[in-house]
């Protein structure tokens, strides 16, 4: 079953807008932590920003913040002031505690961020 | 570098041969990962390797992929008899160990540039 969500496949913002990438999970797991990590075009994954389930204020990083309503199962990734380098994939991901993976992370399908003058 | 090696960084092989890829962690990390991402998809986790214990490999996708580790250093991930479909990028990913693990990121990842492989 699907564990992540991000149901935006592309977006559009203009420079220095904020922008909003949607992410929704599923898990009964009360012990969880959600990253972001984003992917520029060379391959890469770069780590953003994290929120763990029992953290009580939202995470921020620099530009970056995470809109977490733990009721609704969303975390959602605000960039405020974007960049023309803020043009990536972004991805959601959880990590739950499975026998089998260990603390993998299960990940969402991405959403394309394209960012214009 | 100190992060997360993987070669090739590119490899173009003929339907039916083998390919073996390979990823060296982060000294220290005791978790490893493989993930499979196809074409504009998101990641496909793998396998698992924890220090020494047996890897499950039930997220491989068929028998025709296998992973070693050794100990807790370099991992090869080995495709028999390829096909077009496992054309994709593999990212090897490493962890240190949960008595380490940064206050900011709990469980954080770290990957490697990956390997594209492109199947004839």
């Known amino acids: 079953a699907q564990k992540i969500t991000q149901t935006q496949p592309g977006m559009f913002v203009q420079e220095k807008e904020a922008v909003t990438l949607d992410c929704t999970y599923d898990?009964?797991?009360?012990?969880?932590?959600l990253f972001w990590y984003k992917q520029p075009s060379s391959g890469e994954m770069i780590f953003l920003i994290y929120?763990?389930?029992?953290?009580?204020q939202n995470a921020t990083e620099g530009r970056y913040s995470l809109n977490f309503q733990k009721a609704r199962k969303s975390a959602n990734l605000v960039i405020s002031a974007s960049q023309l380098g803020d043009s990536a994939m972004y991805f959601c991901?959880?990590?739950?505690?499975?026998?089998?993976?260990?603390?993998?992370?299960?990940f969402g399908k991405g959403t394309s961020l394209l960012v214009t003058p | 570098g100190a992060g997360v090696s993987q070669s090739p960084s590119n490899k173009v092989t003929e339907k039916g041969k083998d390919v073996e890829l390979r990823c060296d962690p982060i000294?220290?990390?005791?978790?490893l990962y493989w993930y499979r991402q196809r074409l504009g998809q998101g990641l496909e986790f793998l396998i698992y390797f924890q220090g020494n214990s047996a890897p499950d490999k039930s997220g491989l996708p068929s028998d025709r992929f296998s992973a070693e580790r050794t100990g807790e250093s370099v991992s090869t991930l080995t495709i028999q008899r390829t096909q077009q479909e496992d054309s994709a990028v593999y990212l090897c990913?490493?962890?240190?160990?949960?008595?380490?693990?940064?206050?900011?990121?709990?469980?954080?990842?770290?990957f490697g540039e990956g390997s594209r492989l492109t199947v004839l």
């Open positions: 929120q763990g389930s029992y953290d009580q």
């Open positions: 990913a490493s962890r240190p160990p949960a008595s380490v693990w940064l206050a900011g990121a709990p469980g954080e990842l770290f």
């Open positions: 991901a959880m990590r739950e505690v499975d026998s089998n993976s260990g603390y993998a992370l299960n």
């Open positions: 000294s220290g990390h005791t978790a």
């Open positions: 898990t009964s797991d009360p012990s969880y932590g």
